[in-house]
């Protein structure tokens, strides 16, 4: 665990202009933060009475009895206990919202799959309608697997309030700046940074930017943490200072409000009478935070040949079998080629995991063609990719001296599940017909009388 921070703000956040971006350092540490003076109890967590009249309340992230170094909880000190944020509930449909397990029997999922760009959209669309699943694997109601999306957002929530119950969501935005109004405070998240967004907390996402895109990973297994690093030591890939927490902030409004709820794949709505962002103070090692992806430092090898892809993962979520992650965050980023007598590219493979990949900027290596920012591609469990003919003999034939990768920043959201289409996916999204054509022109080298060098 890191160590424990405290921040005292004044000021209540109550409006655009009085947004307080200040953050507290650290993955998995245990904060303290208070947007009032003397909000946060000292000594206990449920003082017979707290201080400004406010509520105690203890968000768990983890089962009461999880081990102490996995155990994530938060208590709260809010205007109203959360029971006041929820009424009756009516359901409401998300209809591009798709949630595991969601096999359609229509669309063919063995294949390897790429997109283009999903375009923005012409109508007001927020962070609930503008979600686009594109592959759902395993199953929410036993909490294993994930579902990845595309987000087109360029409208704000306004007075609308969303948490999931379902899942975390890793945020990878490529296109726009979005606002995360949080009960514990406000991550504003560009390109190049991503977000965590736990399961069960309230947020509001507002247009800083706009329009935004971007990609979402929904996680319904164990939290994302930092991969164990093995003989690497304790530094390098991403390392936890530079994971950045929001101080407590507040929204005292009394206004007509909506809150939607995720649960077990479907959404609920409830209509309260105020701003349910009213935490004024918070301690616990259970809430967003946001990261620069370029502060994640790569290593690589430094004589011959390269290491599998593994070596670049910035976040895991365990799963129960060990070394075979519920979800591995890959980050592909600058980095310096410098491997002797080695096809540096990604070989040619196929594996148990299955591989979702997000073009944030720049070209991706093993496809200098086709995989354009903004856009995804899909190779599934046990199906053979690699690179395509143009990037092969690059790097069969290009003279070896040490070459820097730039201005280039993909990723991959892999899984030990199959990821399954949507319909979304396979008939809605401009999907590349000719993708699979990439590897018709490899030819056959094969000459059984040279002798080997």
Same mark, same amino acid.
Request: one cysteine or more; glycine letters at 8%; aromatic letters at 10%.
């Given at each position: 665990?890191?160590?424990?921070?405290?921040?005292?703000?004044?000021?209540?956040?109550?409006?655009?202009?009085?947004?307080?971006?200040?953050?507290?350092?650290?993955?998995?540490?245990?904060?303290?933060?208070?947007?009032?003076?003397?909000?946060?109890?000292?000594?206990?967590?449920?003082?017979?009475?707290?201080?400004?009249?406010?509520?105690?309340?203890?968000?768990?992230?983890?089962?009461?009895?999880?081990?102490?170094?996995?155990?994530?909880?938060?208590?709260?000190?809010?205007?109203?206990?959360?029971?006041?944020?929820?009424?009756?509930?009516?359901?409401?449909?998300?209809?591009?919202?798709?949630?595991?397990?969601?096999?359609?029997?229509?669309?063919?999922?063995?294949?390897?799959?790429?997109?283009?760009?999903?375009?923005?959209?012409?109508?007001?669309?927020?962070?609930?309608?503008?979600?686009?699943?594109?592959?759902?694997?395993?199953?929410?109601?036993?909490?294993?697997?994930?579902?990845?999306?595309?987000?087109?957002?360029?409208?704000?929530?306004?007075?609308?309030?969303?948490?999931?119950?379902?899942?975390?969501?890793?945020?990878?935005?490529?296109?726009?700046?979005?606002?995360?109004?949080?009960?514990?405070?406000?991550?504003?998240?560009?390109?190049?940074?991503?977000?965590?967004?736990?399961?069960?907390?309230?947020?509001?996402?507002?247009?800083?930017?706009?329009?935004?895109?971007?990609?979402?990973?929904?996680?319904?297994?164990?939290?994302?943490?930092?991969?164990?690093?093995?003989?690497?030591?304790?530094?390098?890939?991403?390392?936890?200072?530079?994971?950045?927490?929001?101080?407590?902030?507040?929204?005292?409004?009394?206004?007509? $409000?909506?809150?939607?709820?995720?649960? &077990? *794949? !479907?959404?609920?709505?409830?209509?309260? =009478?105020?701003? +349910?962002?009213?935490?004024?103070?918070?301690?616990?090692?259970?809430?967003?935070?946001?990261?620069?992806?370029?502060?994640?430092?790569?290593?690589?090898?430094?004589?011959?040949?390269?290491?599998?892809?593994?070596?670049?993962?910035?976040?895991?979520?365990?799963?129960?079998?060990?070394?075979?992650?519920?979800?591995?965050?890959?980050?592909?980023?600058?980095?310096?080629?410098?491997?002797?007598?080695?096809?540096?590219?990604?070989?040619?493979?196929?594996?148990?995991? $299955?591989?979702?990949?997000?073009?944030? &900027? *720049? !070209?991706?290596?093993?496809?200098?063609? =086709?995989?354009? +920012?903004?856009?995804?591609?899909?190779?599934?469990?046990?199906?053979?990719?690699?690179?395509?003919?143009?990037?092969?003999?690059?790097?069969?034939?290009?003279?070896?001296?040490?070459?820097?990768?730039?201005?280039?920043?993909?990723?991959?959201?892999?899984?030990?599940?199959?990821?399954?289409?949507?319909?979304?996916?396979?008939?809605?999204?401009?999907?590349?017909?000719?993708?699979?054509?990439?590897?018709?022109?490899?030819?056959?080298?094969?000459?059984?009388?040279?002798?080997?060098?």
């Amino acid at each position: 665990m890191g160590s424990l921070k405290k921040n005292t703000v004044s000021t209540r956040t109550t409006s655009e202009s009085s947004v307080n971006l200040s953050y507290m350092s650290g993955f998995g540490n245990d904060f303290e933060t208070e947007a009032l003076p003397g909000a946060l109890p000292q000594g206990q967590n449920s003082p017979q009475k707290c201080n400004y009249g406010l509520y105690g309340e203890q968000l768990s992230g983890t089962a009461f009895t999880a081990p102490s170094h996995q155990n994530e909880r938060t208590w709260c000190y809010r205007i109203r206990p959360s029971v006041k944020h929820s009424n009756r509930y009516k359901k409401i449909d998300l209809p591009y919202w798709k949630t595991a397990p969601n096999v359609d029997p229509n669309v063919v999922s063995l294949g390897q799959y790429r997109w283009d760009p999903i375009p923005h959209s012409q109508k007001n669309i927020t962070w609930l309608n503008g979600m686009r699943t594109m592959t759902t694997a395993g199953d929410v109601n036993t909490q294993t697997g994930m579902a990845s999306h595309i987000y087109l957002v360029n409208a704000s929530m306004e007075n609308t309030y969303f948490y999931s119950a379902d899942s975390e969501l890793l945020v990878v935005p490529q296109e726009g700046t979005l606002r995360f109004s949080t009960e514990l405070g406000v991550l504003e998240v560009k390109p190049e940074e991503i977000a965590i967004i736990p399961r069960g907390l309230l947020y509001r996402v507002d247009v800083v930017e706009g329009p935004a895109r971007g990609f979402v990973c929904e996680n319904y297994g164990q939290k994302f943490t930092l991969p164990s690093r093995g003989p690497i030591g304790a530094n390098c890939l991403a390392n936890r200072r530079d994971f950045k927490t929001p101080i407590a902030a507040f929204e005292d409004r009394e206004c007509p $409000s909506k809150v939607v709820i995720k649960w &077990c *794949g !479907q959404f609920h709505e409830t209509e309260i =009478g105020h701003s +349910p962002l009213d935490v004024v103070a918070w301690h616990g090692n259970y809430a967003p935070c946001k990261y620069n992806l370029n502060t994640f430092c790569p290593i690589g090898a430094v004589l011959f040949d390269h290491p599998d892809p593994s070596l670049y993962s910035v976040l895991t979520a365990p799963s129960e079998v060990e070394g075979s992650s519920n979800i591995d965050f890959v980050l592909f980023r600058d980095r310096w080629n410098v491997a002797e007598n080695t096809f540096r590219p990604p070989w040619y493979h196929k594996n148990i995991m $299955s591989e979702l990949m997000g073009n944030i &900027c *720049g !070209q991706y290596d093993a496809k200098p063609k =086709g995989f354009i +920012p903004g856009g995804m591609s899909l190779h599934n469990m046990m199906l053979p990719h690699g690179p395509d003919k143009i990037a092969f003999e690059h790097a069969s034939n290009n003279e070896l001296t040490p070459k820097k990768l730039e201005k280039t920043m993909s990723f991959m959201f892999e899984t030990r599940f199959p990821q399954h289409l949507t319909s979304f996916a396979a008939t809605e999204a401009p999907l590349q017909d000719d993708y699979i054509n990439c590897w018709d022109d490899l030819e056959k080298k094969f000459d059984g009388t040279l002798k080997p060098k």
